[in-house]
């Protein structure tokens, strides 16, 4: 019989076996998700987006902790990321949004994920296989309103919508469509979608094929239009505490959910003129004390054209040199050796994250890197090890 171990215990031991790690705040989560709630209100559904390794955040982590924090549903992009969770015990609805084969039918019957159509002839398909197994595919439409990345043209969604509808083997429970520009301040095109997925609804309710769950808000909907809200939410970027964009930052009440955190492998003393890495593309311009970190390009850390330029030690913002290994970095920790600090092996390093009131967020990676905070997040590689945590939030 296996020992149950504390929480702390898991950090010590996860810690050893890969000395860099992410921290996942599910207090911070908690509160997300409950500023989410206020917003849409009691009556709405709020679906969790939690693709693309819940943004790097760990889905297995993620998933339960939002169901739990008040989520109604979850999102994922495809049917290898949902597998996962429904064998790790979660049972609430899952939508797929992005493109899902129809030979993958028995698939999505056996675990129970409702699909996006939007095509007849994957919709037909869906419910050949469905009739032949005798049991219902729940299916959500999705329209295309000005996205044009996947999606049904509102003129044509009616008789697609009026099809399903009258095919027994599918349940179509939801409708939706997703904006290409909430996340900017000027919201004409992203009412100008509405407006055509609003007045499609009209038809559908008139036609009484109008499926029970319609929506189109994405993060940045759900803070900035408050009129798209409709019968659910889908929230990703703001879910882990992020802001959809520069111009429509996160409330002020939500909280980063991830900190990144490393413990350094060596510190090596260098002469002038000495080099780091590989290339020897960086030399000590005199005597220097360097720091190498256990993180590297197959863990996320870019290693060019851009870096990340620094990280924290001892509360300091210190310099990334040379080039980014697949595994290791090179940290400058000069400034501090100089000002009599003390810099030794396993000393705690913050790529992401608070350090003794100084900060370095998703958001200033993300524009170091000339990229979104999205893109920080999501490309956080799995082999990091996930550890939760639960921080004070009051």
Not at 69 to 83: K, T
Request: net charge neutral; glycine share 6%; with cysteine.
């Amino acid at each position: 019989m296996v020992a149950s171990v504390s929480l702390q215990e898991q950090r010590q031991r996860q810690q050893v076996l890969r000395p860099t790690w992410l921290e996942i705040d599910l207090s911070a989560l908690a509160v997300n998700v409950g500023e989410l709630r206020r917003r849409i209100g009691p009556q709405r559904l709020l679906y969790a987006v939690v693709k693309a390794n819940a943004y790097g955040h760990g889905a297995d982590l993620i998933a339960p902790a939002a169901l739990q924090a008040g989520v109604d549903r979850l999102a994922v992009a495809a049917v290898s990321e949902a597998i996962p969770l429904r064998e790790a015990g979660v049972r609430a609805p899952i939508l797929l949004l992005g493109y899902t084969p129809p030979e993958l039918a028995e698939t999505l019957l056996e675990y129970d994920l409702t699909v996006s159509v939007y095509e007849t002839r994957a919709a037909l398909a869906f419910a050949e296989t469905a009739a032949r197994v005798g049991r219902p595919l729940t299916v959500h439409l999705k329209v295309d309103t000005g996205m044009h990345r996947l999606g049904i043209d509102p003129a044509a969604a009616p008789d697609l919508c009026a099809m399903i509808s009258e095919t027994p083997h599918l349940n179509l429970e939801g409708i939706y469509t997703h904006f290409s520009t909430a996340d900017e301040s000027d919201k004409e095109y992203t009412r100008k979608q509405l407006r055509y997925f609003n007045e499609l609804l009209a038809r559908l309710t008139r036609a009484g094929c109008r499926p029970p769950i319609a929506h189109a808000a994405n993060s940045a909907a759900t803070i900035d239009l408050p009129e798209a809200h409709l019968d659910a939410a889908r929230c990703g970027i703001l879910l882990y505490g992020l802001s959809p964009s520069d111009e429509v930052p996160a409330p002020p009440q939500m909280r980063p959910v991830l900190s990144w955190k490393a413990r350094i492998a060596q510190v090596r003393c260098l002469k002038a003129g000495e080099s780091v890495s590989y290339g020897n593309t960086w030399r000590a311009p005199g005597p220097r004390r360097v720091a190498v970190i256990p993180v590297g390009y197959a863990d996320g850390f870019p290693r060019s054209p851009r870096t990340w330029k620094t990280v924290l030690i001892r509360g300091r913002e210190l310099p990334v040199v040379g080039r980014i290994c697949m595994d290791h970095a090179f940290v400058d920790v000069t400034e501090l050796a100089s000002s009599g600090v003390p810099v030794n092996r396993d000393d705690e390093v913050v790529l992401i994250g608070d350090q003794h009131g100084s900060t370095i967020s998703v958001e200033d990676a993300a524009a170091r890197l000339k990229t979104n905070n999205y893109e920080v997040a999501s490309r956080l590689m799995a082999r990091l090890p996930r550890i939760a945590t639960h921080s004070r939030t009051s």
